[in-house]
């Protein structure tokens, strides 16, 4: 169900906000955007939301992002989107993208968003890959996340890149693809996805499913906001295991309807008048 009290307008024609740069923990600089809140808001000055987008994608997360960030800013809240690590215009490689380089990358962009706004908590909006990164951040950084907003959350990474692999047999992968890792450093999960050793190791052992319990933050999880590949299943044994205020929402008709969707449930939630008990859509 739509929230009728929230209205999401796309962003206007010069208004993309102002580009800024993020340090990482270790020395790469990330290209984003900082879109300020609207003084003439009102209200609280310090919210802050930070957008962290899915493998393959950019800061705009197809759209959804950039539209969420305005429609925020609209109401009060300053919000920070930018490129991952060999994504987009940032630096690094996708090869050595790992899950607990994206934890550092989530500590680095609050605390820069904390400075620039004197927010106590910050928001976050994640989607894919980082969703389930963001989930164990939020569970064990909850003094640090006053919302949380998960689009097709990818939480078992195992399952996802070794169980439903054909190039993995028994948990060892196959020599051919082997000998690719060791060649080249790398392997192709999809055309937008490039995966390195350290994120093929660390997905046997990080398991965000196990901490979903330990989240304090209300906590909205959107399934169906984009082209991904997570089951909605997957979304709903997530939503179960959350034991606080929390939401699963599914959208579901063409792309940019699902897209429209997604941005209306996020905004809601994050400003206040879209939360509920715990709450699992048909």
């Not at 948990?171 to 937008?192: C, F, I, K, N, Q």
């Amino acid at each position: 169900m739509e929230d009728p009290t929230v209205r999401v307008e796309p962003p206007r024609i010069g208004s993309s906000g102002s580009r800024t740069h993020l340090r990482t923990h270790d020395g790469l600089w990330l290209s984003g955007t900082l879109t300020p809140a609207d003084p003439a808001a009102g209200g609280e000055a310090t919210r802050a939301a930070l957008f962290l987008h899915a493998e393959g994608a950019t800061r705009e997360q197809g759209g959804l992002y950039t539209t969420v960030a305005h429609a925020l800013a609209r109401g009060g809240v300053t919000g920070l989107r930018f490129d991952l690590p060999g994504h987009g215009v940032s630096e690094g490689r996708q090869a050595e993208l790992s899950l607990s380089g994206l934890l550092n990358v989530i500590s680095a962009g609050s605390r820069l968003l904390r400075e620039r706004t004197g927010a106590e908590q910050v928001d976050l909006v994640a989607a894919g890959l980082t969703g389930g990164v963001a989930a164990g951040y939020a569970a064990r950084r909850g003094d640090e996340v006053r919302r949380l907003v998960l689009c097709d959350p990818l939480i078992d990474y195992k399952e996802h890149f070794v169980d439903g692999s054909t190039a993995w047999h028994d948990g060892y992968l196959d020599e051919v693809t082997g000998r690719e890792l060791v060649a080249d450093g790398r392997v192709r999960y999809s055309p937008g996805l490039l995966l390195g050793r350290a994120m093929l190791n660390e997905v046997f052992w990080l398991q965000p499913r196990g901490v979903l319990g330990a989240i304090t933050a209300p906590t909205l999880i959107v399934h169906g906001s984009g082209a991904s590949t997570v089951p909605l299943r997957s979304s709903r044994t997530a939503a179960d295991a959350l034991t606080g205020e929390s939401r699963l929402q599914q959208v579901t008709g063409s792309p940019r309807s699902r897209r429209a969707a997604a941005a209306t449930a996020a905004v809601g939630w994050l400003l206040g008048s879209g939360a509920g008990r715990r709450t699992v859509d048909p």
